[in-house]
């Protein structure tokens, strides 16, 4: 792209005064803000024509260079036709234009003068220099900030474009969002929106959804329809959700929540219900709830299920610590991933607690049930598992049920209690 440089060229003076008139003349309605092409510089011979009315139409081929007089707004293309019927100026072949905010290549463009829009096509690229975001696509639409116009740029793109995003005030080796999408939407240089099959993709975050709508400013994120979020490879969490809305601090997740149908994985547990929530640091769950009515919050692992009205969980550093069910809750543990049938606590509230594992995950250490608490585990004569065990039935005010290798260790009642022991039939010597 050249500067504001004039050469005189066999032929096209008399076109280049007649541009400068028909953008000045009284028929294009321009306010003193909106563009007042100039061109600088021509390398062919152009033509003009009167179409009635006081407008003329011009176009001009061989490379041409022009700017908006009084705006940093600079281009170059290998041939032009203005339309001053149309208030519009075409650029044909290797398009490139510049102004403050903005770069942009394409293989066409056209530029409506009076709205400050630019739309381009084919294999168009746009950068925005303050952020250093980049749009790749087919096409898009560029609505230029201009006194009297518009108070912040506005940025369309459809063909399912690929942007590289950044927002103002991003360091510049911050990584940025990979977003894609079949429609975009920007506007100034801190909120994004998209349509149709959107992913947004960085190291430490990937979401999807039939829509998005991501404000980098505010911090918070959206994703609709058939959504969900991911933390980085390492971090192993992942929410599914029809409605999954998200927050951000100093550009890290720190809070994600998924509703309709949400479904949650961290670790070695998998939480479904209406509604569930993680808090988020350092790209680990730290804890988080679920409830719902049409859906009660179940929380599952391989040996483990804890169900009631409303769930809390406290992971720090993503290692279950506790999970609370509050209203009609029930925990059942089974001896391991095998085995058909399980000893369960259940009351108004249940508490489950856990300890680190062995293998670097976690092992149930106590379960406590209080409000109508009531207890139903196996009981085995000896330490082989493989006999029939006897059956013990408890109830009281609260029941705690201790256990060592998810194995159940001893069970204490408290306040009013009683209960049924069914003893396994014995073989006789």
């Not at 541009?19 to 152009?46: H, I, K, M, Y």
């Not at 569930?276 to 769950?285: E, K, L, P, S, W």
Request: proline share 3%; with cysteine.
């Amino acid at each position: 792209m050249r500067g504001s440089r004039c050469r005189s060229v066999a032929g096209a003076a008399p076109v280049l005064t007649a541009l400068a008139l028909a953008t000045a003349g009284p028929a294009a309605a321009q306010t003193a803000s909106t563009c007042f092409v100039v061109v600088d510089s021509t390398g062919g011979v152009g033509r003009q024509i009167d179409v009635g009315g006081g407008y003329v139409r011009w176009f001009q081929g061989g490379g041409i260079w022009a700017h908006c007089r009084g705006q940093d707004t600079f281009w170059y293309s290998d041939s032009v036709a203005w339309f001053q019927d149309f208030d519009r100026f075409d650029m044909l072949g290797r398009v490139n234009f510049r102004d403050a905010t903005a770069e942009l290549t394409a293989d066409r463009a056209s530029y409506f003068l009076r709205d400050e829009r630019l739309d381009a096509t084919g294999n168009a690229r746009l950068r925005n220099r303050i952020t250093g975001s980049v749009l790749r696509g087919p096409n898009v639409q560029y609505y230029r900030r201009v006194l009297g116009i518009r108070d912040t740029t506005e940025l369309r793109a459809g063909g399912r474009p690929t942007i590289e995003y950044r927002s103002e005030g991003d360091p510049p080796d911050a990584e940025p969002y990979l977003i894609i999408a079949d429609r975009v939407s920007f506007r100034g240089n801190t909120a994004a929106r998209g349509w149709g099959r959107v992913t947004i993709d960085r190291s430490d975050f990937h979401g999807a959804g039939d829509s998005a709508f991501l404000d980098t400013g505010q911090e918070v994120g959206r994703l609709m329809g058939r959504a969900s979020v991911a933390g980085g490879e390492a971090s192993g969490y992942r929410l599914v959700g029809q409605d999954i809305r998200y927050r951000l601090r100093a550009r890290a997740l720190t809070w994600v929540q998924a509703e309709g149908e949400a479904d949650a994985t961290s670790g070695e547990w998998r939480v479904t219900s209406d509604t569930v929530q993680f808090d988020i640091m350092d790209d680990r769950v730290q804890g988080g709830a679920a409830w719902g009515s049409a859906r009660r919050p179940v929380a599952v692992s391989a040996r483990n299920t804890i169900l009631a009205d409303s769930l809390a969980i406290t992971a720090p550093a993503q290692l279950l610590r506790e999970v609370r069910g509050i209203g009609a809750a029930r925990a059942a543990s089974r001896q391991d991933s095998l085995d058909t049938d399980e000893d369960w606590v259940a009351g108004d509230t249940v508490v489950a607690r856990f300890a680190p594992g062995r293998d670097g995950g976690t092992t149930l250490a106590a379960i406590e049930a209080a409000g109508a608490a009531r207890a139903r585990y196996r009981v085995y004569a000896s330490a082989d598992r493989s006999t029939t065990p006897d059956i013990s039935y408890s109830r009281g005010d609260r029941i705690r049920a201790q256990f060592r290798d998810d194995r159940l260790l001893r069970v204490d009642i408290a306040g009013k209690s009683d209960g049924v022991y069914l003893e396994a039939p014995r073989r006789q010597p």
